[in-house]
């Protein structure tokens, strides 16, 4: 470790402290053969297939919660978007803006939970870029991740593919992750055992790749699940109809989100994913995902209706049907 | 344009403003055949050749500076980078930190200088991504933008190529960035004439790709020329000796420097090349660079020597040889 305890500008000026910066913390928990942290670019060795690319920040508050960081939030967040484009993830870029003061030992701990989350993800980390702000000029540490993947020729996903009758599912409970940040944010004085479901998702969507009947996956994040249903009847002009009683909330995410008044389906999830496909492949794919550790409480929850276009509605419990309507005012800021 | 003037929290949160706010002022502006705002993942066509990538944030202040901007140097400073390690630029992807209360106005002419840059460069944007952080915890706008190239698989250029003897140029003339966001900063009370030289090199890079002689290229960025230096000197395990007379330095940019105490051959350049050539192709590259509009002042400005392995060496205008220490201290933060 570099002596001083604390992240300064000249870590930021291109010279032997930025130097020693990525040496002893960056480069020391992201080794690998691609790395070369002198090069302007680096060479990609890319499997057959076509090559797809997304990119994403990162400014979740507080930077460490249950179940992550903003590390391994950086590598999931990428790699799932990815995943569930029906790519697998490969490489992977990263940008750290880091605030004048941040402790030294606090920014170790994230790159190596972001080393480990890559590593687990399958993913490597092939070149990055640090800046240093000044103090009052940033929120400690934000990350951008770019992720390159590569996806099988013939697999062809997309909203333009859903149609009418097909089914919508969701990987497992929602608004965890949200909930799991929410709670730890000092300001509300809770402490809960709830855990952020971030993870990577991969093992999701490569399960059901093979189905014919696969239309489309994305990843409910900011705006949570509503905003997803949201994209998806705006692009079909047609109608989503979702079953209440069917998707699936954990009970102390119900609880938390009661008593602070937020609504669990327009919130984060980190780790889950939702699939629509053909209303006959909905049994396929939910024995899929159940027989995998991640999708056990994976849910038919809904399906594409014949509707007013661009409308999402939720059949209640007892038995009524209202509009869930778009996100407007941030429920939940900096929650990735 | 949206209503409002300034971004806020909402504009973030992956709901109606996000949307808003990325169709009204990104795809506005960067709109492509390769780019889709609403996908998770973006297929790249890539033309034959070896795959490189390279990333980097870019946290300037002011954000407008003679002769550029936040978004013409997040685009510049990318497509440099895989320019000088010999690469054509085809993609990049954005990543922007908007603090909240940021003018719409400014922000739309950021990013339309951004597209601008873009065009004129040869890439497309093809993946994108907007936070927004609360304010006092951004400095207004930060950007990372990743870049994809591709480069011919016979070509290698690297530090393991440079060896003794071999001579050193440079494109033009150096400290022009660094000294142009300088007086840019109202905290100096001064106004100068001076522009960055902040632009695409790739008509240098590409002038001198089938030199035989061509061991390395870089762009003297954070930390200037010096910083530069130290690199290959380090990596080569050699001594860098340097002409003084030879370096070209504007007379307005020597003249800032003097007065404030800098050194042009550590403040930044973005619009320049560091060649390492074959001591016998050094003409040749030369006249190649001075043959193009931006490489008019080119100049052969030193030599890999004998000396002290590490060592970065000037001698100067009367004769004396003195040793340029590799950067400490920040001369200029947040110079890109």
């Not at 960081?69 to 940008?95: E, F, M, Q, R, W």
């Not at 969701?170 to 809770?190: K, M, Y």
Request: hydrophobic share 45%; with cysteine.
């Amino acid at each position: 470790m570099i002596d001083d305890r604390f992240v300064t500008l000249a870590h930021g000026n291109g010279g032997r402290f930025m130097r020693a910066l990525i040496d002893e913390v960056f480069a020391r928990h992201l080794a690998n053969p691609d790395l070369d942290v002198y090069a302007d670019a680096v060479p990609l060795t890319l499997p057959a297939g076509d090559v797809l690319i997304t990119t994403d920040g990162f400014t979740v508050q507080p930077l460490e919660f249950p179940g992550g960081d903003i590390g391994s939030l950086a590598v999931h967040g990428t790699v799932n978007d990815l995943a569930v484009a029906g790519a697998k993830p490969v490489y992977l870029t990263l940008n750290a803006f880091i605030e004048e003061g941040f402790e030294f030992a606090r920014l170790d701990r994230i790159v190596a939970s972001l080393a480990r989350a890559a590593g687990e993800s399958g993913v490597r980390v092939v070149a990055g870029d640090v800046k240093v702000v000044a103090r009052g000029e940033g929120g400690g540490l934000y990350l951008a991740t770019t992720g390159i993947g590569v996806r099988r020729p013939d697999l062809h996903l997309g909203l333009d593919r859903i149609g009418k009758g097909d089914a919508v599912l969701v990987s497992g409970p929602v608004g965890d992750h949200g909930t799991a940040v929410l709670l730890a944010r000092e300001a509300f004085g809770l402490r809960g055992e709830l855990a952020s479901d971030a993870a990577s998702v991969l093992p999701l969507t490569e399960a059901l790749l093979d189905l014919p009947g696969l239309r489309f996956m994305r990843d409910p994040t900011r705006g949570g699940l509503v905003t997803v249903m949201h994209e998806i009847a705006a692009a079909c002009a047609a109608s989503v109809v979702l079953d209440e009683t069917a998707v699936p909330v954990r009970l102390p995410v119900r609880g938390v989100c009661e008593m602070l008044g937020y609504d669990p389906l327009y919130l984060a999830c980190e780790g889950r994913v939702v699939a629509v496909v053909a209303a006959g492949d909905a049994p396929d794919a939910l024995a899929r995902w159940r027989a995998l550790p991640a999708g056990e409480a994976a849910a038919v929850i809904g399906r594409i209706g014949q509707g007013v276009a661009g409308q999402v509605l939720l059949t209640t419990e007892i038995g009524g049907e209202r509009v869930l309507e778009e996100l407007e005012d941030d429920p939940l800021p900096r929650i990735c």
